[in-house]
């Protein structure tokens, strides 16, 4: 990711609490093990606050945390051959980072930097691995979460290797959530990431991303106004990904 102006991070919290003993134990990594073990991972996790464009880890950095994205999205990224950088896979809320670095040992694989502003569960890795041996339920899990990660990778470069720009540019606006409607006239949502985040999530150029949202707009199909994309047409938006 480019760099940005690096600010402090906010520690939000680290009292242990019930609601985030419930949190875990409904998670689909560490809703395995027994309460026990929630206690410790609840007294020794700390949650943390990232801005937009602040790194949670460098790619090359040893391996210190395993986290847990609780809210926001963090984009994770390496540099290609020409030093460029690109976004490999993104986690939003629920989803584990480091797990297989923090067991195997190595050093973190990709730059991992918030997109929006977001929460970071910080896990200690060493009681991570305690946990991960102790456990086996909790190895088959990590299995099956990087099992999970090298798929929604491949898809990932798939998309951007064959996909023309105008239907990356447009399935990314069909996947915003849907907050709310603006009468008859379409959906209004927030864009909350700036045309050079979206080019880093669709492996494109900020001018790319410009001149796609500039076409769509003159054709009627979105409305753009400040930092809020209205859909006017999303059968025609779906076309356009279909190709």
Not at 25 to 53: K, M, S, T, W
Not at 101 to 128: I, M, N, W, Y
Not at 185 to 204: K, N
């Amino acid at each position: 990711m480019p760099p940005r102006t690096q600010t402090r991070i906010r520690l939000v919290a680290n009292a242990v609490d019930p609601g985030l003993i419930d949190y875990l134990a409904g998670h689909r990594l560490f809703g395995v093990l027994p309460r026990e073990a929630l206690l410790q991972i609840a007294e020794q996790a700390r949650h943390r606050a990232y801005p937009r464009g602040h790194h949670v880890y460098v790619e090359g950095e040893p391996t210190t945390h395993v986290y847990i994205v609780r809210s926001g999205l963090v984009a994770m990224s390496e540099l290609d051959d020409r030093g460029v950088p690109r976004v490999v896979i993104t986690y939003s809320a629920g989803d584990v980072s480091g797990s297989l670095c923090s067991t195997l040992g190595k050093v973190h694989q990709c730059t991992a930097t918030a997109l929006v502003d977001s929460e970071v569960l910080h896990l200690p890795q060493r009681l991570f691995d305690t946990l991960y041996e102790k456990y086996p339920k909790l190895g088959l899990r990590v299995l099956e979460e990087v099992d999970h990660i090298v798929r929604r990778s491949r898809r990932t470069i798939m998309r951007l290797t064959l996909t023309p720009v105008t239907a990356r540019v447009a399935s990314f606006l069909m996947s915003i959530p849907e907050p709310g409607s603006n009468g008859d006239r379409g959906t209004r949502v927030e864009l909350a990431l700036s045309h050079q985040d979206i080019g880093l999530l669709l492996g494109t150029t900020r001018e790319s991303v410009t001149r796609v949202l500039d076409r769509l707009a003159s054709d009627r199909i979105i409305a753009v106004s400040r930092r809020c994309i209205e859909i006017l047409d999303r059968e025609r938006l779906k076309r356009l990904i279909a190709g």
